[in-house]
């Protein structure tokens, strides 16, 4: 079946510092996949999404790249700031419903 | 910005008694799921609806669980006999159509505790 790894953390950062969350997948066929955010007391937020292969999600200064050929897609940011501490999930739908992955949680320090 | 609302935000209960989580959809939204989060662990699918139907369910929504749109706009999961161990966060999530490609949007939340 569909399955999603990622990087469980938790991931410390120092303000303005360079974010990467690994985020591999198992699949059958041609999943969309998503990164959703959590914040602290709050529901699940899309974050960014892309739909086919070699597509890059953009958001908010975050983006991921469908790799087809390593089935990932990997989770930057350039410059964190402490207002993006929450918990990150990865997140593939290959039918009508999600496969999240496990989460990380990213903690950035000013 | 449309979102989608559940009710209440926090639902205590004790063991064996039957509770009724509410979801209210984004308008005009037809694909309707939902998921739960154990504490400190991953979001699991449950189920989705769609035409007031069942269309996809997972292992753990077993005949405790089930799932109607009574009046047309309200999406609701009814636990008939609660469990300690159905004690989570539970998300209610729409979408516009069901493809792959489809965003779905999730409502803040509803956390269920279990006594």
């Known amino acids: 079946g569909n399955s999603v790894t990622q990087m469980e953390g938790p991931v410390t950062l120092s303000e303005e510092a360079f974010l990467t969350i690994n985020c591999t997948y198992t699949a059958t066929g041609y999943p969309s996949l998503f990164w959703y955010v959590q914040y602290p007391g709050e529901g699940l937020q899309l974050l960014l999404k892309a739909t086919k292969a070699d597509d890059k999600g953009s958001n908010k200064g975050f983006e991921a790249t469908y790799r087809k050929e390593t089935t990932s897609f990997h989770l930057e940011k350039g410059s964190v700031q402490v207002s993006d501490s929450a918990v990150y999930f990865c997140?593939?739908?290959?039918?009508?419903?999600?496969?999240f992955g496990p989460g990380t949680r990213l903690s950035v320090l000013p | 910005e449309p979102e989608v609302t559940q009710t209440p935000s926090h639902q205590v209960t004790q063991m064996g008694q039957e509770v009724i989580l509410r979801c209210v959809p984004i308008s005009n939204h037809l694909y309707f799921y939902w998921y739960r989060q154990i504490l400190g662990q991953k979001v699991e699918f449950l189920v989705s609806?769609?035409?007031?139907?069942?269309?996809?369910k997972s292992e753990i929504f077993d005949d405790q669980f089930s799932v109607e749109r009574p009046d047309g706009s309200n999406f609701t999961l009814k636990i008939r006999s609660t469990k300690l161990e159905d004690s989570a966060m539970y998300f209610c999530a729409t979408g516009r159509i069901g493809s792959s490609t489809d965003t779905q949007y999730f409502g803040p939340g509803t956390r269920l505790t279990v006594l």
């Open positions: 997140a593939l739908r290959g039918g009508q419903n999600f496969v």
């Open positions: 609806f769609y035409n007031n139907e069942i269309s996809e």
